[in-house]
Structure formats: structure tokens, C-alpha cells
């Protein structure tokens, strides 16, 4: 694996966990009324990457699961997201 590669791969593996981590967070602050944060950011972390970790905190913490933009957005993010990665590897 080049250098390039392994950037990717520590890029993508450290924006899942915060996607994930910034889910739960948010989960936490709306049981206890306090301020949340964004939907917007919520979705950014996503399409920066982060797909697979907003997907999972969507499951683990039981949140955003009945806002439609993230009940679909996230897998339809997601699958771009696989099919773009399968377009890169193919055409390399």
C-alpha cells in the first residue's frame, strides 16, 4: 500500500469514529435538553467521509432515524460513497 493509500485509510477510519462519537453526542444533548448541534454538520460529516460511522450512530444511539434526510441521505451517501471508491479502484 503507497503513502497516499494509507493517508486514505487513517483519513477515513478517523472520520467514521468522529461521525460516530458527534452522533452519540448529539443523542446525549437532545435526552438532556441541552443545545444539539447541526443537522447540517451531522450530514457534513458524512459526506466528508464519514458515512459508515453517521450510519452506525444513527443505529447504535437510535438517532435521526425517523428525519427522512437521514433515514435515506445517509445510505444513498453511503452507496455514493462505495460506488465512487469502486469507480477510483476500477480506473486506476
Given at each position: 500500500?503507497?503513502?497516499?493509500?494509507?493517508y486514505?485509510?487513517?483519513?477515513?477510519?478517523?472520520?467514521?469514529?468522529?461521525?460516530?462519537?458527534?452522533?452519540?453526542?448529539?443523542?446525549?444533548?437532545?435526552?438532556?435538553?441541552k443545545?444539539r448541534?447541526?443537522?447540517?454538520?451531522?450530514?457534513l460529516?458524512?459526506?466528508?467521509?464519514?458515512s459508515?460511522?453517521?450510519?452506525?450512530?444513527?443505529?447504535?444511539?437510535?438517532?435521526?432515524?425517523?428525519?427522512?434526510?437521514?433515514?435515506?441521505?445517509?445510505?444513498?451517501?453511503l452507496?455514493?460513497?462505495?460506488?465512487?471508491?469502486?469507480?477510483?479502484?476500477?480506473?486506476?
Amino acid at each position: 500500500m503507497n503513502t497516499l493509500h494509507s493517508y486514505l485509510a487513517y483519513y477515513l477510519l478517523a472520520i467514521n469514529a468522529v461521525a460516530f462519537i458527534v452522533y452519540g453526542i448529539d443523542k446525549y444533548k437532545a435526552k438532556k435538553a441541552k443545545w444539539r448541534i447541526q443537522e447540517t454538520t451531522l450530514l457534513l460529516l458524512a459526506v466528508l467521509g464519514g458515512s459508515i460511522g453517521a450510519w452506525m450512530g444513527m443505529k447504535v444511539w437510535h438517532h435521526k432515524t425517523m428525519h427522512k434526510k437521514f433515514k435515506y441521505g445517509i445510505p444513498a451517501i453511503l452507496l455514493i460513497q462505495i460506488a465512487l471508491m469502486a469507480y477510483l479502484h476500477m480506473n486506476r
